[in-house]
């Protein structure tokens, strides 16, 4: 029988029984009718893919980002969720070796490491080994590799005549571009040292609030005298300002291809800054080109539409959606980094990176369970279905997500998380014997290894100093352990019976955790955040910690802003904290407890506000020398000493557990560098083929339902039919 | 009823107009005002500085010039040190105020264009909203008449347990069910995500089909009582009577006089359709002004913030305003001008 002919014959039928029109019959019917075969034709492909089907089988990676970047200007960039953009477009002079550990820096953009010339006040060069009181300045000589040119932008489109195209553009051209490719013609050239001497300058540009503009002032020469003039002119003019025309003492073009930093003191890390994008080079054209008037309020500007050297450049920005860095046609071609000397391939090895907007955790799982996103952290849900710790205590992949490839990846963090003492406080601060001993009672007390068993699901180190593993001067088995706090049993650290905590606490004055003063608990004050549910969890764990010596610790709980506000005051007791590394340098630690950056004197990042002369001595020592032996020995005295103070109960480092699908390269955690993208290397034919196998949809279910809604449309309209009837009659 | 005896039907319909658009300022000026006040309760201008230049080295001098240059170094109403009317007008309070209901919105703290980023993100909210509107319309309102007529009956006592469930039930658990079920188990379509053009309908399917069963048992049941008080009237009683088909009495008798607290319903949602779902958007990764507006906030971002609410309030008014005019519209024994 024809298929129209028993559509109708089904159809009448129907319309007849349910006294029904004619034409809704037959919709139905027909709809009813063609699912089957429909249905099987649109599932050559997953119905799930949330991507286009033309870049299924391309080198395309896929990942998320959850907050929305606010900055992709180098100069005012200094977020995580920034680094990760700003890293694969934008190249300071140096990077991290990708393999070396602990981590190394090398030249990215310069011919060789910068050379250091530390001068006197008379401006004479000084001889190695140089003593710390003669240096009166210290001067950076970098020279830039030739032949290495910027991404395609309109602002460096010239005619043919060598005019730039889009310099002088009227308020009509502006008004009909809504993005950067609505420009037809783009440019490009070389980089030169200009370029980074401009990038420097514009640290202390009035618009630009760059937020190392007060660090960097302590340290480049005429950097705060600079920002002042360029405020002046601000002041006196709203029009945009020619970085070009002020001069800068602290970085000068030495020749087209070599420039100078000058420093005004002895800063050895400074190296490390030269491994951020707020030294990445930036030319003066880009900043021309955005400040035409009109181009801000087209968001038209360069925090939106960054421009670099680097292997991949930025096509799409969309923060509410998505962000899709393409491989940068003028890339120079990097070499895969060897330790051995070896050639390898060359990079960036993946065309293009889709950044996709997640908020929420749940639904960013569930699409890397479906392959559909590459590499994924692990949501808290998910975290019993990929891991699970084996006899040894050590995290292992399930059997289930090991099956599919999934592959773990576990790095400690270059952080640490803590809990500080407020040493201004009268009673858990300062250097008397009583509350040197109740702190270091708190730090037996206070079981961080339960901590990160309980609310970071085992992912986390326990702190045994203010130095993470992978940090020169780190000491790791017995000799770094924290004798304060730990005993070494059995070839492992083991936390000091509680009895020893509460002999402390008697011997500072409180014993049973009593204050003699009102012959009561001794009351605490813990001064947090609060955050949702898991955090009223977290506070119960840290007064049962206390109850445990007898000690009542009242949580304070408040909002981040009131929370901050008392720290800037010093008026918290005892707070929760946490630092990550700006660099891999032990300085980037110990300055937390150097006494001249007090957060509450001196507005520094000295959160518990410590302050012991003995230490400071020993920074500044340590600070000045190199990796070195006679280095290693002056942070192993910094460390017994504040282990002794106990400024902070040290908490833990926490670490980072990833997940890759079985299509990405087997990747080397690098935590330290943020321009790892380029070394990343994927297999899509094997993705698109493991991706059909996991998304199969459930045809069956979709004809089940189809049809248990029409036959419910129909029973209905059946019944009113029948209901309609019976008033009638 | 002066009025009414020296003014035609025009005059009224333009005076009761030009009546409500003068309680339309001093409400968006409260409005405004609160929004101020409670922002500013939680974060002080430093608080905002020290958001924005990211917490690390970060000094006085930075907090100062980060203020000076966004405006928050004004005094927020009263400024001391000016004179006559500087004393009001050069402070925060009054010189965003006067921007704002200007229309003219400025940029973000952050330094984006907010007009640019609303145009930007209206329609993907709209995408989600007007769908979901129509379709709980369609929907709801003939299920609405079907219960109503089958009063009583198994079909009616279990569609009202079902409303009553979906609306005691959170919209987030319909998120989640929907994409586990749907997404997840069934893998039918994608989670979340977004795409421009006719490519976002596999992305609408689920919120919008989860939007309308979260929304649909609230509309049903007000539909329901809505049509039962209309079916006991007399005059659909007459209309039996008088032998009329059931479709006529319903869609002749019925459904024109239920229409007044249905338009009511509809016209008040209508801010909602603009200024998009939160928790929406958010799970389903939809770029539109509810999830601008939490990052907002999230960012301490005074100037985004201050927008979304202000034009959210104008937005309420005029559908207020619309409803009125709806009514009128709807049912000839209303009179603008009379009330």
Redesign the interface.
């Known amino acids: 029988m024809d298929v129209d002919v028993a559509i109708r014959a089904l159809s009448a039928r129907l319309a007849r029984s349910l006294r029904l029109p004619m034409r809704l019959c037959a919709a139905w019917v027909a709809t009813f009718l063609l699912l089957p075969v429909a249905l099987p034709l649109a599932a050559s492909e997953?119905?799930?893919?949330?991507y286009?089907r033309a870049d299924r089988a391309r080198a395309i990676l896929y990942s998320t980002f959850q907050t929305?970047p606010?900055?992709l200007d180098p100069v005012s960039s200094?977020?995580e969720n920034e680094a990760v953009f700003t890293g694969q477009i934008y190249e300071p002079p140096l990077q991290y070796h990708y393999l070396k550990r602990p981590y190394e820096l090398e030249p990215l953009t310069l011919k060789e490491m910068p050379e250091v010339e530390y001068r006197n006040a008379a401006g004479r060069r000084l001889e190695e080994p140089v003593v710390g009181d003669e240096v009166a300045s210290v001067v950076y000589r970098l020279r830039v590799r030739q032949g290495i040119r910027y991404a395609p932008h309109p602002a460096l489109a010239k005619d043919a005549a060598g005019r730039y195209h889009y310099h002088a553009l009227s308020a009509q051209e502006i008004a009909e571009a809504d993005a950067l490719a609505d420009f037809a013609h783009t440019g490009t050239r070389e980089l030169v040292a200009a370029d980074y001497v401009h990038q420097i300058k514009r640290l202390a540009h009035?618009?630009l609030?760059s937020?190392?503009?007060?660090?960097m002032e302590r340290y480049i020469a005429g950097l705060g005298e600079l920002a002042g003039t360029l405020?002046d002119a601000r002041a006196r003019s709203t029009a945009p300002l020619d970085l070009t025309k002020f001069p800068l003492e602290g970085a000068r073009v030495v020749d087209r291809y070599t420039f100078e930093i000058v420093l005004k003191e002895r800063y050895p890390q400074f190296l490390y800054w030269l491994a951020m994008p707020f030294f990445a080079p930036m030319p003066w054209e880009a900043d021309r080109f955005h400040d035409q008037p009109g181009m801000?309020?087209?968001?038209l500007?360069l925090?939106?539409h960054p421009l670099g050297t680097g292997p991949y450049r930025l096509i799409e920005n969309?923060p509410?959606?998505r962000m899709v860095l393409v491989r940068n046609p003028e890339f120079r071609g990097e070499v895969w980094p060897s330790l051995t000397g070896g050639n390898g391939p060359l990079l960036p090895r993946i065309d293009e990176v889709h950044f996709?907007?997640?908020?929420?955790e749940?639904?960013e799982w569930?699409?890397f369970?479906?392959g559909?996103y590459d590499t994924s952290p692990i949501a808290p849900d998910g975290f019993e279905q990929a891991i699970r710790f084996n006899a040894r205590g050590e995290p292992e992949i399930t059997a289930e997500m090991a099956a599919k490839g999934t592959r773990l990846s576990v790095a400690t963090r270059m952080s640490i998380s803590y809990l500080g003492f407020n040493m201004l406080d009268p009673v858990v601060g300062g250097n008397s014997r009583r509350a040197r001993l109740l702190r270091q009672a708190l730090a037996i007390a206070v079981d961080f290894e339960e901590l990160i068993s309980i609310f970071g699901n085992g992912r986390g180190v326990p702190a045994q100093g203010p130095l993470p593993p992978g940090i020169f001067g780190h000491r790791a088995g017995k000799s770094g352990i924290n004798a304060k706090v730990y005993r070494w049993q059995h070839g492992r650290a083991t936390r000091r019976a509680l009895e020893d905590a509460r002999v402390l606490l008697a011997d500072a004055g409180y014993p049973g955790g009593m204050d003699p003063a009102t012959n009561r608990a001794l009351v605490l004050h813990l001064d947090a955040t609060s955050s949702g549910p898991d955090t009223k969890a977290l506070f119960g764990w840290y007064r049962k910690q206390f109850a445990k010596l007898g000690l009542d610790l009242v949580v304070r709980s408040t909002?981040y802003?009131r929370f901050?506000?008392k720290m800037q005051q010093g008026d918290a007791q005892i707070f929760t904290w946490g630092w990550n590394a700006?660099y891999p340098d032990p300085e980037n630690f110990l300055f937390l407890l150097y006494g001249p950056n007090g957060k509450a004197r001196y507005?520094g990042?000295n959160a518990a506000n410590y302050a012991n002369p003995e230490f400071d001595a020993l920074f500044q020592r340590m600070r000045d020398l190199p990796n070195s032996r006679e280095r290693q020995e002056v942070i192993d005295e910094i460390v017994t000493l504040v282990r002794n103070d106990s400024p902070w109960l040290w908490g833990f480092h926490p670490q980072a557990y990833a997940l890759e699908h079985a299509w990405m390269d087997a990747a080397e955690p690098n935590l330290m560098a943020r321009n790892t993208l380029k070394y990343r290397q994927l297999d899509p034919a094997l993705r698109v083929k493991l991706q059909a196998r996991w998304?199969?949809?459930?045809r069956g279910?979709?004809w089940f339902l189809a049809g248990c809604i029409l036959g419910l449309g129909a029973l209905?309209l059946w019944?009113?039919r029948q209901?309609?009837r019976a008033?009638?009659s | 009823m002066a009025l009414a005896s020296t003014h035609t039907g025009d005059d009224f319909v333009t005076i009761w107009f030009l009546r409500r658009l003068a309680y339309v300022l001093p409400i968006l000026l409260g409005v405004n005002l609160l929004t101020f006040a409670l922002f500013f309760v939680i974060n002080s201008p430093d608080d905002m500085a020290r958001r924005h230049l990211g917490e690390r080295h970060v000094t006085t001098a930075a907090i100062a010039d980060w203020k000076r240059a966004h405006g928050y170094d004004r005094p927020a109403f009263i400024n001391a040190d000016r004179s006559g009317t500087a004393v009001v007008t050069d402070t925060l309070f009054f010189t965003g105020s006067v921007r704002l209901f200007s229309l003219d919105f400025g940029r973000s703290d952050g330094g984006r264009h907010i007009a640019w980023d609303i145009r930007q993100r209206m329609w993907p909210s709209l995408a989600i909203a007007l769908p979901v509107l129509i379709l709980e319309l369609i929907i709801a309102v003939p299920l609405g008449l079907a219960v109503a007529l089958l009063r009583g009956s198994t079909f009616d006592r279990g569609l009202t347990l079902l409303c009553v469930a979906s609306m005691a039930i959170s919209s987030l658990f319909f998120i989640i069910a929907g994409q586990f079920l749907f997404a997840r188990l069934l893998r039918l379509i994608p989670i979340s995500g977004f795409a421009e053009g006719w490519g976002a309908i596999k992305f609408l399917l689920l919120p919008v089909m989860v939007q309308v069963l979260a929304g649909l048992g609230a509309r049903v049941r007000w539909n329901r009582t809505v049509f039962l008080e209309e079916i006991s009237r007399e005059h659909v009683r007459t209309a039996r009577a008088k032998g009329l088909a059931e479709t006529r009495i319903l869609f002749g008798h019925v459904l024109p006089n239920a229409l007044l607290p249905l338009i009511t319903t509809i016209v008040v949602t209508l801010p909602g359709l603009f200024l998009g779902s939160l928790i929406t958007e958010s799970f389903f990764a939809i770029p539109g002004l509810g999830s601008y507006t939490i990052d907002a906030i999230q960012n301490q971002d005074f100037a985004i913030a201050r927008t979304m609410v202000f034009i959210g309030s104008l937005l309420y008014i005029l559908g207020l305003l619309l409803t009125d005019l709806a009514y009128a519209w709807a049912d000839p024994r209303i009179r603008l001008g009379s009330g």
Not at chain 1, 695 to 698: I, R, V
């Open positions: 997953p119905w799930n893919a949330p286009d929305p606010r900055h200094y977020s009035p618009d609030h937020p190392i503009l007060g660090f405020r801000a309020e087209r968001n500007t925090d939106w969309n509410n959606r996709m907007l997640e908020k929420e749940i639904p569930n699409k369970l479906q559909y909002d802003n901050q506000e700006d507005q990042e998304n199969q949809p459930a279910v979709v209905v019944r009113l209901r309609t008033m009638i």
